[in-house]
């Protein structure tokens, strides 16, 4: 596994974060730039009963009694071509553990952007997804302070981009900046499940967009996006088929309400960072709601706080996720054993979305180098509900507590 992680890891870079591509634009001939970014991360994982997952897109996890490479490293390659002053040209590549389990580079970035004035840019291609803070750097490890982005918060936005257009407006407000983004376009990843068959995103339209505003300390943001499913779960479909054959118009009902084809999943977020001196802090929540019961909806959120002591950062974090519980009848009977099998299919689709985690993180940042840092950090997790949306192969009997150290290297080149 080590091997290939070294081997196989592609290219791959992110404009976003902390004045991160400043540093990156190393090769520079007239209008072409290039830069990079890497991770060296490991993770050791003290819980022997589940696999620890960054997000929903990993098909596996960092396991009991080994140092997995896997689940945080990555490096990248990203090209600017700017022949003039309105016109540019990005081409992002980057690899990291997919969902097939290989570490194939892939497109994540690809666009032609136009800026008719200095504050009104339209960008049409594949573009990073950036409707919360930090959304479209998640893969630039050094644009931020900890090993992962808070799991209990982005482990279920397991899509980086999308292939669309946006236009984003800007103004000048008091000390800072107001910009406000529209984007709308289709998804076209691939997503593992933790019940068993990869679900295609392919065809999936996404729309939305933010305000934001940025003055030297602080950074505020809120956003909104809609995203509407082209495909059925290729695993719900025979229970959902054994609804509609029962003829029970209660039961067919239910069928057409848990479908996940042409329903929509809706993101509200707001979040806030400060910055000033040697204190770091950010807070996010989100609300994610569901026109179907199969997703439930859920709140999630977290707050960090570091503190820079010369090259040293040391930080805290607490992030929190819980769902919405349900149950519905769906008009048949236990008695009838066939029934019975086909309620259980029911409840067990419910059940696959609800989740109810927290975590208590806490590490240091150590900045070594100008274009350099090392990250320690050690997570208290404890999962209930139903630990497999963020968790693989979880034990039955476990009691969803588990701790979970990491390493990284982080850096720009």
Not at 45 to 74: I, K, T
């Amino acid at each position: 596994m080590r091997r290939e992680v070294l081997f196989c890891l592609g290219l791959g870079l992110s404009q976003a974060g902390l004045g991160v591509a400043d540093e990156l634009r190393v090769v520079d001939e007239g209008s072409l730039t290039i830069g990079g970014f890497g991770t060296i991360g490991g993770a050791y994982n003290a819980n022997a009963e589940a696999e620890f997952l960054r997000d929903r897109s990993q098909p596996e996890g960092a396991a009991d009694g080994r140092f997995d490479l896997g689940l945080d490293s990555r490096l990248g390659v990203q090209v600017n071509w700017r022949p003039n002053e309105p016109l540019e040209g990005v081409l992002q590549l980057v690899a990291k553990r997919r969902y097939d389990g290989t570490y194939r580079p892939q497109v994540s970035w690809a666009f032609l952007g136009y800026a008719f004035d200095p504050d009104i840019r339209l960008r049409v291609g594949r573009l990073g997804y950036d409707v919360y803070l930090m959304s479209d750097s998640r893969d630039v490890g050094y644009s931020y302070l900890w090993v992962r982005p808070p799991v209990d918060y982005f482990g279920q936005v397991t899509f980086s981009y999308l292939d669309g257009l946006d236009l984003t407006v800007s103004r000048v407000l008091g000390d800072g900046v107001l910009k406000g983004k529209l984007f709308a376009g289709l998804l076209n990843e691939t997503h593992t499940s933790p019940q068993g068959p990869n679900y295609e995103m392919e065809g999936t339209t996404l729309w939305g967009g933010y305000l934001d505003y940025q003055d030297p300390h602080w950074q505020m943001r809120v956003g909104v996006g809609v995203m509407r499913r082209k495909h059925e779960f290729e695993l719900y479909a025979p229970v959902l088929d054994a609804l509609r054959g029962t003829g029970v118009p209660e039961a067919v009902a239910l069928a057409d309400e848990l479908t996940l084809a042409e329903k929509s999943l809706q993101f509200l977020s707001a979040g806030i960072v400060y910055d000033a001196g040697p204190l770091q802090s950010q807070f996010q929540l989100r609300y994610l709601w569901s026109d179907t019961p199969s997703y439930a909806d859920n709140v999630a959120g977290y707050w960090s706080l570091g503190y820079r002591l010369g090259r040293w950062t040391p930080y805290v974090v607490y992030s929190r996720i819980k769902s919405e519980h349900r149950h519905l009848d769906t008009g048949l009977p236990d008695s009838n054993p066939d029934y019975a099998a086909i309620n259980d299919g029911v409840e067990q689709i419910l059940q696959a979305s609800q989740v109810d985690q927290d975590t208590l993180s806490l590490g240091a940042r150590f900045d070594f180098a100008r274009n350099a840092a090392l990250k320690l950090q050690v997570d208290w997790v404890h999962s209930r509900d139903n630990p497999s949306l963020l968790w693989l192969d979880p034990d039955p009997d476990w009691d969803g507590r588990a701790t979970l150290f990491s390493a990284a290297l982080d850096f720009v080149f």
